[in-house]
Protein backbone atom coordinates (compact mmCIF):
# COMPACT_ATOMS: atom_id res chain seq x y z
CA UNK A 1 0.00 0.00 0.00
CA UNK A 2 1.02 3.75 -0.70
CA UNK A 3 0.92 6.18 1.83
CA UNK A 4 0.31 9.39 0.57
CA UNK A 5 1.47 11.23 3.32
CA UNK A 6 4.54 9.39 3.02
CA UNK A 7 5.07 10.57 -0.51
CA UNK A 8 3.93 14.22 -0.25
CA UNK A 9 6.33 14.10 3.04
CA UNK A 10 9.34 13.29 0.43
CA UNK A 11 8.38 15.61 -1.82
CA UNK A 12 9.00 18.59 0.77
CA UNK A 13 11.58 16.87 2.41
CA UNK A 14 13.74 16.86 -1.63
CA UNK A 15 12.74 20.35 -1.74
CA UNK A 16 13.72 21.71 1.18
CA UNK A 17 17.26 19.56 0.38
CA UNK A 18 17.48 21.06 -3.13
CA UNK A 19 16.72 24.76 -1.34
CA UNK A 20 19.37 24.11 1.27
CA UNK A 21 22.27 23.14 -1.09
CA UNK A 22 21.40 25.80 -3.32
CA UNK A 23 23.15 24.67 -6.27
CA UNK A 24 20.74 21.75 -6.91
CA UNK A 25 18.41 23.26 -8.72
CA UNK A 26 21.12 25.59 -10.54
CA UNK A 27 22.93 22.72 -12.19
CA UNK A 28 20.26 21.34 -15.03
CA UNK A 29 18.94 25.05 -15.75
CA UNK A 30 22.31 26.06 -16.26
CA UNK A 31 23.23 22.94 -18.49
CA UNK A 32 19.80 23.72 -20.30
CA UNK A 33 20.89 27.68 -20.54
CA UNK A 34 24.81 26.38 -22.24
CA UNK A 35 23.40 23.81 -24.59
CA UNK A 36 20.67 26.12 -25.85
CA UNK A 37 22.91 29.15 -26.16
CA UNK A 38 25.74 26.80 -28.55
CA UNK A 39 22.43 25.75 -30.29
CA UNK A 40 21.94 29.73 -31.01
CA UNK A 41 25.60 29.97 -31.65
CA UNK A 42 25.81 27.43 -34.03
CA UNK A 43 22.59 27.28 -36.12
CA UNK A 44 21.16 30.45 -37.90
CA UNK A 45 17.69 30.68 -39.19
CA UNK A 46 17.29 27.05 -38.63
CA UNK A 47 13.94 25.30 -40.89
CA UNK A 48 10.80 23.65 -38.41
CA UNK A 49 12.93 20.05 -38.15
CA UNK A 50 16.39 21.55 -37.71
CA UNK A 51 14.93 23.91 -34.71
CA UNK A 52 12.67 21.14 -33.30
CA UNK A 53 15.32 18.28 -33.53
CA UNK A 54 17.89 20.90 -31.23
CA UNK A 55 15.49 21.91 -28.91
CA UNK A 56 14.86 17.96 -28.31
CA UNK A 57 18.21 17.60 -27.90
CA UNK A 58 18.65 19.87 -25.85
CA UNK A 59 15.88 18.97 -23.42
CA UNK A 60 17.13 15.23 -23.20
CA UNK A 61 20.49 15.52 -22.16
CA UNK A 62 19.46 18.31 -19.74
CA UNK A 63 16.56 16.20 -18.14
CA UNK A 64 19.84 12.69 -17.82
CA UNK A 65 21.52 15.84 -16.01
CA UNK A 66 18.75 16.61 -14.01
CA UNK A 67 18.10 12.95 -13.61
CA UNK A 68 21.73 11.38 -12.85
CA UNK A 69 20.84 13.83 -9.56
CA UNK A 70 17.80 12.27 -8.59
CA UNK A 71 19.19 9.18 -7.02
CA UNK A 72 22.25 10.54 -5.40
CA UNK A 73 22.06 11.46 -1.62
CA UNK A 74 24.97 10.61 1.04
CA UNK A 75 24.48 7.37 3.30
CA UNK A 76 23.02 9.22 5.72
CA UNK A 77 20.25 10.82 3.83
CA UNK A 78 19.67 7.40 2.39
CA UNK A 79 19.40 5.63 6.10
CA UNK A 80 16.48 8.42 6.83
CA UNK A 81 14.65 7.68 3.82
CA UNK A 82 14.31 4.23 3.99
CA UNK A 83 13.48 4.33 7.37
CA UNK A 84 10.90 6.81 6.26
CA UNK A 85 9.31 5.54 3.58
CA UNK A 86 9.10 1.91 1.42
CA UNK A 87 10.37 1.20 -1.82
CA UNK A 88 7.25 2.07 -4.20
CA UNK A 89 6.86 5.59 -2.16
CA UNK A 90 10.25 5.89 -2.79
CA UNK A 91 9.95 5.37 -6.18
CA UNK A 92 6.88 7.44 -6.20
CA UNK A 93 8.33 10.48 -4.94
CA UNK A 94 11.61 10.37 -6.61
CA UNK A 95 9.81 10.40 -10.37
CA UNK A 96 7.49 12.94 -9.13
CA UNK A 97 10.24 15.25 -8.02
CA UNK A 98 11.78 14.23 -11.18
CA UNK A 99 9.13 14.72 -13.37
CA UNK A 100 8.71 18.49 -12.07
CA UNK A 101 12.55 19.17 -12.19
CA UNK A 102 11.96 17.69 -16.11
CA UNK A 103 9.24 20.01 -16.91
CA UNK A 104 10.81 23.25 -15.71
CA UNK A 105 14.01 22.22 -17.67
CA UNK A 106 12.44 21.55 -21.04
CA UNK A 107 9.71 25.17 -20.23
CA UNK A 108 13.67 26.90 -19.60
CA UNK A 109 15.14 25.34 -23.09
CA UNK A 110 11.49 26.58 -24.67
CA UNK A 111 12.05 29.78 -23.22
CA UNK A 112 15.71 30.02 -24.01
CA UNK A 113 15.12 28.76 -27.67
CA UNK A 114 12.97 31.49 -28.27
CA UNK A 115 14.52 33.99 -27.04
CA UNK A 116 18.07 33.15 -28.55
CA UNK A 117 16.97 31.58 -31.95
CA UNK A 118 13.52 32.89 -32.42
CA UNK A 119 10.62 30.83 -33.48
CA UNK A 120 12.01 28.97 -37.15
CA UNK A 121 12.44 30.98 -39.73
CA UNK A 122 9.48 29.98 -42.04
CA UNK A 123 6.42 27.77 -42.38
CA UNK A 124 5.68 24.94 -44.44
CA UNK A 125 3.75 27.10 -46.59
CA UNK A 126 4.96 30.42 -48.39
CA UNK A 127 4.10 32.76 -46.04
CA UNK A 128 3.06 31.16 -43.43
CA UNK A 129 3.61 32.30 -39.69
CA UNK A 130 4.86 29.63 -37.00
CA UNK A 131 3.71 31.46 -32.95
CA UNK A 132 3.66 29.18 -29.92
CA UNK A 133 0.10 27.61 -29.83
CA UNK A 134 -1.58 25.58 -26.92
CA UNK A 135 -1.35 21.88 -29.29
CA UNK A 136 2.81 22.21 -28.76
CA UNK A 137 2.98 23.05 -25.17
CA UNK A 138 0.69 19.74 -24.61
CA UNK A 139 3.10 18.03 -27.17
CA UNK A 140 6.14 19.32 -25.29
CA UNK A 141 5.59 19.03 -21.79
CA UNK A 142 3.89 15.16 -22.67
CA UNK A 143 7.38 14.45 -24.28
CA UNK A 144 9.24 15.40 -20.75
CA UNK A 145 7.10 13.87 -18.51
CA UNK A 146 7.32 10.33 -20.58
CA UNK A 147 10.89 11.15 -20.78
CA UNK A 148 11.18 11.36 -16.82
CA UNK A 149 9.37 8.31 -16.14
CA UNK A 150 11.67 6.25 -18.24
CA UNK A 151 14.82 8.18 -16.76
CA UNK A 152 13.44 8.20 -13.34
CA UNK A 153 13.74 4.12 -13.30
CA UNK A 154 17.06 4.14 -15.33
CA UNK A 155 18.25 6.86 -12.74
CA UNK A 156 17.64 4.23 -9.76
CA UNK A 157 19.08 1.28 -11.37
CA UNK A 158 22.14 3.35 -12.15
CA UNK A 159 22.42 4.90 -8.20
CA UNK A 160 23.22 1.21 -7.32
CA UNK A 161 26.76 0.73 -9.65
CA UNK A 162 29.69 2.62 -8.86
CA UNK A 163 30.58 5.15 -11.34
CA UNK A 164 26.59 5.20 -12.37
CA UNK A 165 26.18 8.34 -13.92
CA UNK A 166 28.77 7.94 -16.92
CA UNK A 167 26.37 4.52 -17.43
CA UNK A 168 23.50 6.62 -17.36
CA UNK A 169 23.36 8.29 -20.48
CA UNK A 170 24.11 4.72 -22.43
CA UNK A 171 21.23 2.77 -20.21
CA UNK A 172 19.11 5.53 -21.23
CA UNK A 173 19.69 6.86 -24.51
CA UNK A 174 18.29 3.76 -26.45
CA UNK A 175 15.12 2.82 -24.38
CA UNK A 176 14.30 6.80 -25.04
CA UNK A 177 14.34 6.33 -28.56
CA UNK A 178 10.58 5.44 -28.99
CA UNK A 179 9.66 8.43 -26.60
CA UNK A 180 11.44 10.74 -28.18
CA UNK A 181 10.14 9.45 -32.17
CA UNK A 182 6.52 10.20 -31.13
CA UNK A 183 7.10 13.39 -28.82
CA UNK A 184 8.74 14.42 -31.94
CA UNK A 185 6.39 13.99 -34.18
CA UNK A 186 3.82 15.49 -32.30
CA UNK A 187 5.18 18.72 -31.58
CA UNK A 188 6.42 19.03 -35.23
CA UNK A 189 2.80 18.93 -36.13
CA UNK A 190 1.50 21.08 -33.38
CA UNK A 191 4.50 23.45 -34.66
CA UNK A 192 3.11 23.20 -38.10
CA UNK A 193 -0.55 24.55 -36.96
CA UNK A 194 -1.93 20.88 -37.82
CA UNK A 195 -5.48 20.25 -36.55
CA UNK A 196 -5.34 18.76 -33.56
CA UNK A 197 -7.48 15.56 -34.68
CA UNK A 198 -4.09 14.98 -36.17
CA UNK A 199 -2.24 15.39 -32.83
CA UNK A 200 -4.17 13.09 -30.56
CA UNK A 201 -3.39 9.82 -31.34
CA UNK A 202 0.39 11.20 -31.19
CA UNK A 203 -0.33 12.48 -27.47
CA UNK A 204 -2.18 8.86 -26.62
CA UNK A 205 0.99 7.36 -27.61
CA UNK A 206 3.30 9.77 -25.52
CA UNK A 207 1.15 8.95 -22.40
CA UNK A 208 1.29 5.37 -23.20
CA UNK A 209 5.00 5.90 -23.23
CA UNK A 210 4.66 7.67 -19.77
CA UNK A 211 2.27 4.98 -18.37
CA UNK A 212 4.68 1.76 -19.24
CA UNK A 213 7.95 2.76 -18.02
CA UNK A 214 5.77 3.58 -14.55
CA UNK A 215 3.96 0.72 -14.63
CA UNK A 216 7.13 -1.53 -15.39
CA UNK A 217 8.86 0.36 -12.86
CA UNK A 218 6.67 -0.25 -9.93
CA UNK A 219 6.78 -4.32 -10.37
CA UNK A 220 10.89 -3.91 -10.73
CA UNK A 221 11.40 -1.67 -8.25
CA UNK A 222 11.31 -3.99 -5.47
CA UNK A 223 13.67 -6.07 -6.58
CA UNK A 224 16.25 -3.97 -7.80
CA UNK A 225 15.84 -1.99 -3.89
CA UNK A 226 16.55 -5.56 -2.30
CA UNK A 227 20.27 -5.32 -3.30
CA UNK B 1 14.45 -39.07 -26.75
CA UNK B 2 15.21 -35.87 -25.62
CA UNK B 3 17.34 -34.71 -28.09
CA UNK B 4 14.97 -35.64 -30.74
CA UNK B 5 14.25 -31.66 -31.48
CA UNK B 6 17.76 -31.33 -31.92
CA UNK B 7 18.10 -33.79 -34.93
CA UNK B 8 14.66 -32.33 -36.15
CA UNK B 9 16.08 -28.33 -35.84
CA UNK B 10 19.42 -29.46 -37.95
CA UNK B 11 16.75 -31.78 -40.60
CA UNK B 12 14.59 -28.60 -41.02
CA UNK B 13 17.42 -26.55 -41.59
CA UNK B 14 19.20 -28.72 -44.12
CA UNK B 15 16.03 -28.73 -45.82
CA UNK B 16 15.49 -25.32 -45.90
CA UNK B 17 18.88 -24.68 -47.33
CA UNK B 18 18.26 -26.71 -50.13
CA UNK B 19 14.65 -26.33 -50.83
CA UNK B 20 15.47 -22.39 -50.36
CA UNK B 21 17.67 -22.19 -52.91
CA UNK B 22 16.22 -24.68 -55.49
CA UNK B 23 12.74 -24.80 -55.69
CA UNK B 24 10.65 -22.75 -57.71
CA UNK B 25 9.37 -19.27 -56.31
CA UNK B 26 7.39 -16.91 -57.73
CA UNK B 27 8.56 -14.14 -60.42
CA UNK B 28 8.17 -10.93 -59.39
CA UNK B 29 9.31 -7.45 -60.47
CA UNK B 30 12.66 -5.82 -59.05
CA UNK B 31 12.43 -8.65 -56.16
CA UNK B 32 13.30 -11.65 -58.54
CA UNK B 33 15.54 -14.10 -57.06
CA UNK B 34 15.80 -12.22 -54.40
CA UNK B 35 12.70 -13.22 -52.66
CA UNK B 36 14.39 -15.99 -51.63
CA UNK B 37 15.77 -14.21 -48.99
CA UNK B 38 12.42 -14.66 -47.11
CA UNK B 39 13.49 -17.96 -46.27
CA UNK B 40 17.45 -16.85 -44.51
CA UNK B 41 16.44 -13.34 -43.32
CA UNK B 42 12.64 -13.25 -41.84
CA UNK B 43 13.73 -16.60 -39.66
CA UNK B 44 16.86 -14.76 -38.26
CA UNK B 45 14.40 -12.46 -36.57
CA UNK B 46 12.05 -14.92 -35.03
CA UNK B 47 14.72 -16.58 -33.58
CA UNK B 48 16.07 -13.69 -32.18
CA UNK B 49 12.65 -12.76 -30.46
CA UNK B 50 12.49 -16.27 -29.33
CA UNK B 51 15.55 -16.26 -27.76
CA UNK B 52 15.12 -12.56 -26.20
CA UNK B 53 11.85 -14.20 -25.18
CA UNK B 54 13.73 -16.98 -23.46
CA UNK B 55 16.22 -14.53 -21.59
CA UNK B 56 13.57 -12.38 -20.69
CA UNK B 57 11.89 -15.52 -18.55
CA UNK B 58 15.47 -16.61 -17.39
CA UNK B 59 15.86 -13.23 -15.87
CA UNK B 60 12.34 -12.94 -14.71
CA UNK B 61 12.68 -16.30 -13.06
CA UNK B 62 16.30 -14.78 -11.22
CA UNK B 63 14.59 -12.22 -9.49
CA UNK B 64 11.79 -14.43 -8.47
CA UNK B 65 14.18 -16.69 -6.86
CA UNK B 66 15.32 -14.43 -4.34
CA UNK B 67 12.13 -14.27 -2.84
CA UNK B 68 11.36 -14.60 0.49
CA UNK B 69 14.75 -13.98 1.42
CA UNK B 70 16.58 -16.80 -0.06
CA UNK B 71 19.86 -17.01 -2.19
CA UNK B 72 19.41 -15.75 -6.07
CA UNK B 73 19.77 -19.23 -8.65
CA UNK B 74 22.77 -17.76 -10.21
CA UNK B 75 22.28 -20.28 -13.16
CA UNK B 76 19.21 -18.14 -14.72
CA UNK B 77 21.38 -15.01 -14.28
CA UNK B 78 23.82 -17.58 -16.60
CA UNK B 79 21.30 -18.53 -18.91
CA UNK B 80 19.75 -14.97 -19.57
CA UNK B 81 23.11 -13.82 -20.54
CA UNK B 82 24.13 -16.72 -23.09
CA UNK B 83 20.33 -16.38 -24.56
CA UNK B 84 20.94 -12.47 -24.68
CA UNK B 85 24.19 -12.98 -26.62
CA UNK B 86 23.49 -15.74 -29.15
CA UNK B 87 19.75 -13.79 -29.85
CA UNK B 88 22.42 -11.14 -30.92
CA UNK B 89 24.46 -12.83 -32.79
CA UNK B 90 21.00 -14.11 -35.00
CA UNK B 91 20.28 -10.06 -34.78
CA UNK B 92 23.48 -9.24 -36.60
CA UNK B 93 23.01 -11.55 -39.17
CA UNK B 94 19.34 -10.88 -39.91
CA UNK B 95 21.04 -7.51 -40.27
CA UNK B 96 23.56 -8.48 -42.69
CA UNK B 97 20.83 -10.18 -44.65
CA UNK B 98 18.92 -7.88 -45.02
CA UNK B 99 21.26 -5.06 -45.97
CA UNK B 100 22.12 -7.05 -48.77
CA UNK B 101 18.60 -7.35 -50.06
CA UNK B 102 18.53 -3.62 -49.12
CA UNK B 103 21.02 -3.25 -51.44
CA UNK B 104 19.90 -5.33 -54.06
CA UNK B 105 15.95 -3.71 -54.29
CA UNK B 106 16.53 -0.26 -52.59
CA UNK B 107 19.47 0.44 -54.14
CA UNK B 108 21.22 1.18 -50.54
CA UNK B 109 22.49 -1.27 -47.60
CA UNK B 110 20.78 1.73 -45.00
CA UNK B 111 17.61 3.47 -45.04
CA UNK B 112 16.38 5.51 -42.19
CA UNK B 113 13.19 3.17 -42.06
CA UNK B 114 11.46 2.55 -39.17
CA UNK B 115 12.28 -1.27 -39.12
CA UNK B 116 16.00 -0.94 -39.59
CA UNK B 117 15.93 2.25 -36.42
CA UNK B 118 14.35 -0.64 -34.69
CA UNK B 119 16.95 -3.16 -35.35
CA UNK B 120 19.83 -0.46 -34.67
CA UNK B 121 17.92 0.09 -31.20
CA UNK B 122 17.50 -3.08 -30.45
CA UNK B 123 21.59 -3.99 -30.45
CA UNK B 124 22.07 -0.42 -28.51
CA UNK B 125 19.52 -1.50 -25.92
CA UNK B 126 21.37 -5.02 -25.53
CA UNK B 127 25.04 -3.98 -26.15
CA UNK B 128 24.32 -1.47 -22.94
CA UNK B 129 22.40 -4.59 -21.17
CA UNK B 130 26.25 -6.04 -21.99
CA UNK B 131 28.17 -3.25 -20.25
CA UNK B 132 25.96 -2.88 -17.45
CA UNK B 133 27.01 -6.29 -16.54
CA UNK B 134 30.52 -5.56 -16.87
CA UNK B 135 30.79 -2.84 -15.18
CA UNK B 136 29.58 -4.69 -12.23
CA UNK B 137 31.62 -7.12 -10.18
CA UNK B 138 29.36 -8.71 -7.65
CA UNK B 139 27.92 -11.09 -9.10
CA UNK B 140 25.13 -11.35 -7.21
CA UNK B 141 24.04 -7.51 -7.56
CA UNK B 142 25.11 -7.97 -11.14
CA UNK B 143 22.92 -10.76 -11.52
CA UNK B 144 19.83 -8.75 -9.91
CA UNK B 145 20.67 -5.57 -11.61
CA UNK B 146 21.25 -7.08 -15.07
CA UNK B 147 17.95 -9.31 -14.83
CA UNK B 148 15.74 -5.89 -14.11
CA UNK B 149 17.22 -3.95 -16.66
CA UNK B 150 16.57 -6.81 -18.84
CA UNK B 151 12.73 -7.05 -17.94
CA UNK B 152 12.78 -3.33 -18.29
CA UNK B 153 14.67 -2.97 -21.76
CA UNK B 154 12.60 -5.77 -23.03
CA UNK B 155 9.16 -4.44 -22.70
CA UNK B 156 10.19 -0.91 -24.39
CA UNK B 157 12.03 -2.84 -27.06
CA UNK B 158 9.04 -4.96 -28.26
CA UNK B 159 6.99 -1.17 -28.09
CA UNK B 160 9.62 0.30 -30.46
CA UNK B 161 10.05 -2.72 -32.90
CA UNK B 162 6.32 -3.63 -33.08
CA UNK B 163 4.02 -0.69 -32.36
CA UNK B 164 5.71 1.80 -33.76
CA UNK B 165 6.85 0.99 -37.67
CA UNK B 166 3.12 0.27 -37.87
CA UNK B 167 2.26 3.61 -37.40
CA UNK B 168 4.46 5.38 -39.80
CA UNK B 169 4.72 4.40 -43.46
CA UNK B 170 7.95 2.08 -44.22
CA UNK B 171 9.73 0.50 -47.28
CA UNK B 172 9.32 -2.31 -45.49
CA UNK B 173 7.76 -5.29 -47.16
CA UNK B 174 4.69 -6.08 -44.59
CA UNK B 175 4.63 -2.79 -43.58
CA UNK B 176 2.70 0.23 -45.08
CA UNK B 177 0.86 -1.12 -47.62
CA UNK B 178 4.24 -3.38 -48.96
CA UNK B 179 3.42 -6.49 -49.26
CA UNK B 180 5.36 -9.52 -47.07
CA UNK B 181 2.57 -12.06 -46.02
CA UNK B 182 0.12 -11.36 -48.69
CA UNK B 183 -1.42 -14.03 -51.08
CA UNK B 184 1.01 -13.28 -54.30
CA UNK B 185 4.10 -13.55 -52.80
CA UNK B 186 3.72 -15.97 -50.39
CA UNK B 187 2.67 -18.34 -52.02
CA UNK B 188 2.08 -22.12 -50.82
CA UNK B 189 4.88 -23.27 -52.38
CA UNK B 190 6.88 -20.73 -50.52
CA UNK B 191 5.16 -21.39 -47.54
CA UNK B 192 5.94 -25.03 -47.51
CA UNK B 193 9.54 -23.71 -46.86
CA UNK B 194 9.19 -20.44 -45.10
CA UNK B 195 7.51 -22.13 -41.83
CA UNK B 196 10.11 -25.55 -41.50
CA UNK B 197 12.73 -22.72 -41.80
CA UNK B 198 11.94 -20.42 -39.17
CA UNK B 199 11.00 -23.43 -36.79
CA UNK B 200 14.43 -24.84 -37.71
CA UNK B 201 16.15 -22.21 -37.37
CA UNK B 202 14.34 -21.11 -33.57
CA UNK B 203 15.31 -24.98 -32.61
CA UNK B 204 19.38 -24.35 -34.08
CA UNK B 205 19.49 -21.13 -31.78
CA UNK B 206 17.70 -22.67 -29.05
CA UNK B 207 20.43 -25.54 -28.79
CA UNK B 208 22.99 -23.05 -29.65
CA UNK B 209 22.12 -21.09 -26.34
CA UNK B 210 21.95 -24.21 -24.79
CA UNK B 211 25.62 -24.82 -25.60
CA UNK B 212 26.88 -21.85 -24.24
CA UNK B 213 24.60 -21.89 -21.01
CA UNK B 214 26.59 -25.53 -20.32
CA UNK B 215 29.97 -23.52 -21.04
CA UNK B 216 29.53 -21.02 -19.12
CA UNK B 217 28.19 -23.33 -16.10
CA UNK B 218 31.51 -24.92 -16.71
CA UNK B 219 33.89 -22.17 -16.81
CA UNK B 220 31.76 -20.95 -13.55
CA UNK B 221 33.02 -24.40 -11.35
Redesign the interface.
Known sequence: MLRWKAVRHLLHWEYEMEYRRSNGWFLPVLFTAIVGFLCSLVVRDPSPTTWLALLWITIVFSALQSAARAFAATDAEWLYMNQLVRPGELLLGKALTNTMNTLVVTWTGLLLFHLWLGWPAQGPAEGSTIALNTGFIISISLGAVAIASTLSFTAALASKIQRGTSLMAILSLPLLLPTLLVAMRASKLALLGEPWILLYPNWIGEIVLCALPISLGALLFPYLWRA | MKNLWKILGAALVGYTLIAGLLFDVPRLVILNETIRNLYFHVPMWFTMIALLAGSLVYSFRL?RS?DQGRLLDLNRDRQAKAFAEVAMIFSLLGLFTGMIWAKATWGAYWTADPKL?GTA?TL??YA?YF??RG??DDA??RA??A???N???F??MI??IGI?PR?TDSLHPGNGGNPAFGNYDLDNRMRMVFYPAALGWILIGWWIAQLRVRLENLSAQ
Do not use: Q, T, W
Open positions: LGNVLIAILSIEKRLAVYVFAVLVFLM
